[in-house]
């Protein structure tokens, strides 16, 4: 089974400045798909980026980029010039492609890192 | 365009009584996907279901909990005899199915078990 890992429980940063968020998988596939969420404290589930295992190209949305080292199962999220908005839980996600069904298998999260912005 | 649709937001019941919550997903979207969070907690998946059909059910409890999609109208997660431990956020998501397309989620429903 795979397996999700943040070893960061909680993360703060000063406004405008840069902040990486550590996320590690565990996997056996060489097929599988990595999304970063943000939940707020209105407790929605916001997709933040995603990243396809096959693509090299590391993904990027506007302030949010990932680095995605297949080798090491690594996928950190930095956020570039913070904004108070960004404070929230950031929940790394995995998925594989489904075995069934046509669709795709449920999504494994980490345990989450309480990002703080401090102003 | 409408997103997931989750109701109730809230939900409280006692000890030993049933708690039902519901998920409309998003339009276009054939594929479900519950999921809980205890607090404190990353999601747990649940369960995922296509119309009419559970396609994995490898995250829910074998007793209490059942889900369905029917043909028409919403996602019901159906928990039974609720205890203490049940008490949870629960998320609903959708997808249109292919791979590469990431799931969209509800804003849950939290049950308290009083």
């Known amino acids: 089974a795979q397996t999700v890992t943040q070893s960061q429980p909680e993360m703060s940063v000063q406004e405008a400045e840069t902040v990486t968020l550590s996320c590690t998988y565990d996997?056996?596939?060489?097929?599988?798909?990595l999304f970063w969420y943000k939940q707020p404290p209105s407790r929605q589930m916001i997709l933040v980026i995603r990243?396809?295992?096959?693509?090299?190209q590391n993904a990027t949305e506007n302030r949010f980029s990932v680095n995605f080292q297949k080798a090491a199962k690594s996928f950190s999220l930095k956020i570039s010039d913070s904004q108070l908005g960004d404070a929230a839980m950031y929940f790394c996600?995995?998925?594989?492609?489904?075995?069934?069904?046509?669709?795709?298998?449920?999504?494994?999260f980490g345990k989450g890192t309480h990002l703080i912005i401090q102003p | 365009n409408a997103g997931v649709m989750q109701n109730p937001r809230h939900l409280v019941r006692r000890r030993g009584q049933e708690a039902r919550l519901r998920c409309s997903p998003m339009?276009?979207?054939?594929?479900v996907y519950w999921y809980r969070q205890l607090p404190e907690e990353g999601l747990k998946f649940m369960v995922y279901?296509?119309?009419?059909?559970?396609?994995?059910e490898s995250g829910m409890p074998k007793e209490r909990f059942s889900a369905e999609f029917p043909k028409e109208g919403p996602s019901i997660l159906r928990i039974q005899q609720v205890v203490r431990g049940d008490s949870a956020a629960y998320f609903c998501?959708?997808?249109?199915?292919?791979?590469?397309?990431?799931?969209?989620f509800g804003d849950g429903t939290r049950l308290s078990i009083l």
């Open positions: 998501a959708s997808s249109p199915g292919r791979t590469s397309k990431p799931q969209h």
């Open positions: 996997t056996s596939e060489s097929d599988y798909y």
């Open positions: 990243q396809e295992a096959y693509k090299q």
């Open positions: 996600a995995y998925r594989s492609p489904s075995k069934s069904g046509g669709g795709a298998d449920g999504l494994t």
């Open positions: 339009k276009g979207h054939s594929h």
């Open positions: 279901l296509q119309k009419e059909n559970i396609i994995d």
